[in-house]
C-alpha cells in the first residue's frame, strides 16, 4: 500500500463550479501538508501548505488537513479553464520538511 | 533569476548507455534533490543534497549517482541506463534543510528520457 493515496481521475468540471481534491495517508508522522499544482509538460509549483491539521485559505483556494482521519483535501471556488492541470498532495516529517512524499496526482478538466 | 534549469529536455539512451542529466540553481540554494515522475506514482525522491560536498539517497537512489560541487549544480548520473529508468526527471531546490518549518521547493521544468 503507498503512502499516500490519490484519486488519479480525471475529474471533469464546468467552469464555475467547485472542485474537492482529496488525500488519503497512512504515516501519522507527518505534519507537513502541501497541494502542488502541475500543468502539462512543466513542473510542479507549490499552491499552498498546512501545518499540522487545520484550514487554511489563500483566494479561492482552501486547504484542509483531518490528522484524526488522515485525509487532507483541496477546494477550488468558481473553477476556471486555467485551473486544469494535476494536483499532487505531498507530505513531509517534522525536522525533515524537505523530503516530499507525493499522492500520484489527481487529473483536473475545467470546461468552459 | 533563471529558478531552476535542466538540461537536456528530452533523451533517448540505449539499454546501458551512460548519461548525465544537468541541474542549476541560481537562487543560491542550499538545498537541492532529484525527484522521478512516472505515471500515477507522484514523484519519488531518488537523491538529495543540503550543500556543497553532501549528499545523500532518497527513497529510489539505486542505479543513480550525484555529486554536488557546488552551490548552484547538482548532476544525475545513470552510470548504465536501463528500461526502468524511463521517466520524467525533476529538479528542485529550497533555501535550507527544513528543520521545524517548511521551506517551498521550487522545481525545473524536467527532463524526459526514454531508454529503449
Known amino acids: 500500500q503507498k503512502e499516500v493515496e490519490q484519486d488519479p481521475g480525471p475529474l471533469s468540471v464546468p467552469e464555475g463550479a467547485i472542485v474537492s481534491l482529496n488525500c488519503t495517508y497512512s504515516?501519522?508522522?507527518?505534519?507537513?501538508f502541501m497541494w502542488y499544482r502541475q500543468y502539462s509538460r512543466k513542473g510542479p509549483e507549490l499552491l499552498m501548505y498546512?501545518?499540522?491539521?487545520g484550514n487554511k485559505e489563500d483566494g479561492r483556494f482552501t486547504a484542509q488537513v483531518d490528522k484524526s482521519s488522515k485525509y487532507i483535501s483541496l477546494f477550488i471556488r468558481d473553477s476556471q479553464p486555467s485551473d486544469s492541470a494535476t494536483y499532487l498532495c505531498?507530505?513531509?516529517?517534522?525536522?525533515?520538511?524537505?523530503?516530499?512524499?507525493f499522492g500520484g496526482g489527481t487529473r483536473l478538466m475545467v470546461k468552459p | 533569476n533563471a529558478g531552476v534549469t535542466q538540461t537536456p529536455k528530452f533523451q533517448v539512451l540505449k539499454t546501458g548507455q551512460s548519461m548525465t542529466l544537468q541541474c542549476a540553481q541560481d537562487?543560491?540554494?542550499?538545498?537541492m534533490s532529484w525527484y522521478r515522475q512516472d505515471p500515477g506514482m507522484g514523484l519519488r525522491l531518488i537523491h538529495y543534497s543540503v550543500g556543497a560536498g553532501i549528499t545523500d539517497q532518497g527513497e529510489v537512489p539505486n542505479g543513480y549517482n550525484v555529486s554536488r560541487s557546488t552551490t548552484e549544480d547538482f548532476p544525475l548520473r545513470l552510470l548504465s541506463a536501463a528500461p526502468s529508468q524511463t521517466s520524467v526527471y525533476f529538479c528542485a531546490s529550497s533555501p535550507e534543510l527544513a528543520g521545524t518549518s517548511y521551506n517551498e521547493q521550487f522545481f525545473g521544468p524536467g527532463t524526459r528520457l526514454t531508454v529503449l
Open positions: 537562487m543560491n540554494h542550499e538545498y
Open positions: 505531498a507530505m513531509a516529517y517534522n525536522n525533515a520538511g524537505n523530503m516530499l512524499t
Open positions: 504515516n501519522s508522522a507527518f505534519q507537513y
Open positions: 498546512t501545518y499540522s491539521s
